[in-house]
């Protein structure tokens, strides 16, 4: 038996962010449905096995797909219809997609099921589960999806492991036929009927699991954003008066006034901080806007930050299919279908565009912070804070490196949504490409993860010049974190090491643990 304190029960209605990014990343956990689930996907099942019996013409049950909605299909080839949808549709292309966003994207595709607006059988679905409770991965393209229709290239990849005639790609990175590893663990491979290799690839899936993993990201490297740019501020004998409350409680918007509780907290009690408030020996009345306008900045990609992380929420335990089925009581011929859009994936596409604006911009100002530490005419330090400028460079070429990721993340958030290109015959005229605009982001919130570390490497730096003085209780124990992966800088070495270094400890978390305690 297995501990139950270790599932997660799906019933398509409760899954949270968290949820995704623990099952993703994770194998220690379960997943499994509730009973009520098993029931609201028996029923849908039964609509569908009427309408089949009924012979009624209904979109991907009895017709054809897509420009062959208008081709009625015979009941002796529905189960060859459902098996062709899958074989036709799997073709992706380019690199194969990391496995924590194919156990997401399998996480997602249960959960939907799990509505019972579907119409899978509940021992197709108990497959698919099995599959994500012994790890096993499909091989998933990155490319060929546009967005509407659903996500329909990699879902078809992962319908196409659960048949037993794709590909699982493994930890070490091997592909194995998924026949030859479903038999391995026990599994039979589904043998499709009617509706279900629709339900399986008619979905947001793809788009939402990357928006959901880059969101739970990007949450978490706000924080850190407000922690680099304290740091900074401290580095370069900055003022917190920007950071009062009252500044910006009169302007409202919660983000800033977030970003500013959290930056007078990091830098309360600082030694460094109380050096220079005298005004008759420091005459600065105010700071550039990269430190100033922290509150602003970062609040500002708070909230545009969280708006989409509301629309992901939501999209999580949507139903997205096309057709619906929609039970009435316990007769099967009372249900209905309806043939609608819900797959369309412009919601998320605009989110997602969204989001790597917001996180372009965390970056953004963070590498202009990155300037001034190592610009020794802006910061009062030494130059490129080498200690032995000339004979070492120092930090100079990190700031390099920033500029050339910033520079990268400014073409990344040309909008996807702004895009279409029709399909299937011009019965599919409008897409969203939001499968694009989700795997940008993901970039871009990466790129904004190697930003911030380059910055607390150099404010880390910055610090050490302006010993003895101590700065916060909280500053200092990240910067000691820091200083226990990344020694100080007194002679030039490869700062790859230290850049990555300091990115793997934001990655785990350790940053803004420390930060918080």
Known sequence: MYDTTMTIFLDGNSLTLNDVALIATSTEHRVELTSAAEEAVKRSRAVVEHHVKSNEAVYGITTGFGEFANVRISREDLEQLQENLILSHSVGAGAWMPRPFVRAMLLLRINALAKGYSGIRLETLHTLLAMLNNDIVPAVPEQGSVGSSGDLVQLSHIALAAIGKGRILTKSGDIKPSGEVLAEYGIKPVRLQAKEGLAMINGTQMMCAFGALSVHKALQLAETADI???????????????????????????????????????????????????????????????????????????????????????????????????????????????????????PLALALDFLAIACAELANISERRTERLVNGALSGLPRFLAPKGGLNSGLMIAQYTAASIVSENKVLCHPASVDSIPTSANQEDHNSMGSIAAQKGWRVVQNLERVLAIELLCAAQGIDFLKPLRSSKALEAVRAEIRAVVPFMDIDRIVYDDVEAVRSLIEQGRINTLASE
Request: proline share 3%; aromatic share 6%; charged share 30%.
């Open 228 to 346: 680099a740019g304290a740091l900074s501020a401290e580095a370069l004998r900055g003022t917190d008066t920007a950071f009062d409350e009252r500044l910006h409680k009169v302007r409202g918007f919660q983000g800033q006034m977030d970003s500013a509780r959290n930056l007078r907290r990091l830098m309360h009690g600082s030694e460094i901080r109380e050096s220079h408030r005298d005004k008759a020996t420091d005459n600065r009345v105010q700071d550039a806007y990269s430190l100033r306008c922290m509150p602003q900045v970062h609040g500002a990609s708070r909230d545009a930050i969280n708006y989409v992380r509301s629309v992901i929420e939501r999209e999580i335990n949507a139903a997205t299919d096309n057709p619906l089925i929609f039970p009435e009581g316990d007769d099967p011929a009372q249900g209905v279908h309806l043939e609608g859009g819900n797959f369309h994936g412009q």
